[in-house]
């Protein structure tokens, strides 16, 4: 076993899902900071989307995933 899947085994990690939003055309969705040991991401089932973070644009397309590990604005 390598010491990621040996690490993943010893967190206790629970998962929910918050919302889920069906968006269309244009539009900006602000999502203030998580509180510490949340995890927030967001997977896109279909079309495409742009998230903004940290001054960086990331693009995004159907079955894309995106991760924010210390809960970061966006």
């Keep these: 076993m ?3 899947s040996r690490l993943i ?3 206790r990690s629970e998962g929910s ?3 889920r939003c069906l968006l269309g ?3 900006v ?3 203030a900071p ?3 040991g949340e ?3 967001h997977l896109l089932l279909d079309g495409r989307c742009a998230v903004e973070y940290e001054g960086r644009t990331i693009p995004l397309k159907a079955g894309d995933m995106v991760l924010f590990p210390r809960g ?3």
């Design 2 to 4: 390598d010491t990621v």
């Design 9 to 11: 085994r010893l967190v």
């Design 17 to 19: 899902v918050d919302v």
């Design 25 to 27: 055309g244009q539009f």
């Design 29 to 31: 969705r602000d999502h």
């Design 34 to 36: 998580s509180p510490p």
């Design 39 to 41: 995890a927030p991401f």
């Design 72 to 74: 970061g604005a966006h």
